[in-house]
């Protein structure tokens, strides 16, 4: 069994920051790559963010030099620093984990998502 959880979502104003968490838990082999989505109302979603098991990352080019995606301190655990933040970064963002699971087969596993929203 494993588990996806994010967090730290709220309300910011423009210009502001937030760091999102995410943490897979779980009879984990191993983690190949973590992922940030986020998707607005009436718009599809959209791949923000990838961190690979090598540290490689990747960016949408409209949060590029804005958000930083970064592993944790504690394992299985990601970040996603955002900074500048505009009202068109408003959504709903999801954290995904891309692994093998101990016994079972490679499995991309989704959190429930945590929103964001940057409004005055």
């Known amino acids: 069994q494993v588990q996806v959880v994010e967090s730290g979502g709220g309300l910011v104003q423009p210009g502001g920051s937030l760091r999102l968490s995410c943490s897979a838990s779980?009879?984990?082999?191993?983690?190949?790559?973590m992922k940030w989505y986020r998707q607005a109302p009436g718009n599809q979603r959209e791949l923000v963010a990838t961190?690979?098991?090598?540290?490689?990352?990747n960016y949408a080019d409209s949060v590029k030099g804005r958000f930083t995606i970064s592993r944790g301190n504690v394992k299985n655990t990601v970040y996603l620093q955002m900074s500048s933040l505009k009202p068109e970064d408003t959504a709903v963002y999801y954290c995904?984990?891309?692994?093998?699971?101990?016994?079972?087969?490679?499995?991309?596993?989704w959190g429930q998502g945590t929103q964001v929203t940057v409004s005055s």
């Open positions: 995904s984990a891309d692994l093998l699971p101990v016994g079972r087969a490679r499995t991309e596993y």
């Open positions: 961190i690979t098991n090598t540290d490689s990352t």
């Open positions: 779980g009879t984990i082999f191993s983690i190949y790559v």
